[in-house]
């Protein structure tokens, strides 16, 4: 920790700190924040270690660690290869590690599809905002606007078109809404089925349960720019 007469009146997770002789200086707020790079993600090695605020490391949980931005800020991960998105809760501090820009957990990880390839070109944007209590402790909390938008849930990938668009066909009698997103994976295309419309982070993730219920453990949120 870089101890000066400058930083002494920050708050810990505001304070300047250097790792494998690199400087690194938190951002203050992160009100406009946007950010282009490479993403990766850590598992059960670091599960149950404590992170950067503190808390246990849970890999089954919606974090990220980041360098700079404040600890506890909400951002949306998309990932450039397939459009997939998600919103995660800044923990930790790092990737330290060049080019790399954030470490998604594993449940993070999954909803954006790079457990697999290990790494993904990602677009970060800052969406949550520190609230100031009584004491001069520090929150951070999700605005209303997080939970608006346009959301379905993906049920299924594919690597038989056909089968693909048998399923979404079912899928659109039955629910109003279903389509087929092409992606590629390994070099090989890859057919995703998506149900539903939803206006809303609430409204997605009750229908994400239902179809977990049914006939589709591995559903998951996905939203759309």
Known sequence: MLDTPETRELKGWQKPYEVDGQRYNPLRDHHGFQQDGI???????????????????????????????????????????????????????GPFVAGRIIDLSYSAARKLDVVDAGTAPVHVEALGYRNQKQGGKASYVAPASYDVGNYAVQVG???????????????????????????????????RVRVGNYASLEIAEQAKLNFQKQAFPGSYVVAFE
Request: glycine share 8%; net charge positive; charged share 25%.
């Open 39 to 93: 993403a990766s993600w850590y598992g059960n090695k670091f599960h149950g270690r404590p992170t950067s605020n503190g808390e246990a490391y849970d890999m089954y949980g919606m974090t990220a660690a980041h360098k700079t931005l404040p600890l506890g800020v909400y951002v949306k991960v998309t990932n450039k290869r397939n459009g997939l998105s998600t919103v995660v809760r800044v923990n930790d501090r």
């Open 157 to 191: 990938a594919f690597s038989v078109e056909a089968n693909a668009y048998r399923l979404a066909d079912e899928l659109r009698q039955k629910y109003g809404s279903a389509d087929v997103q092409r992606s590629e994976k390994d070099g090989k295309p890859l057919y």
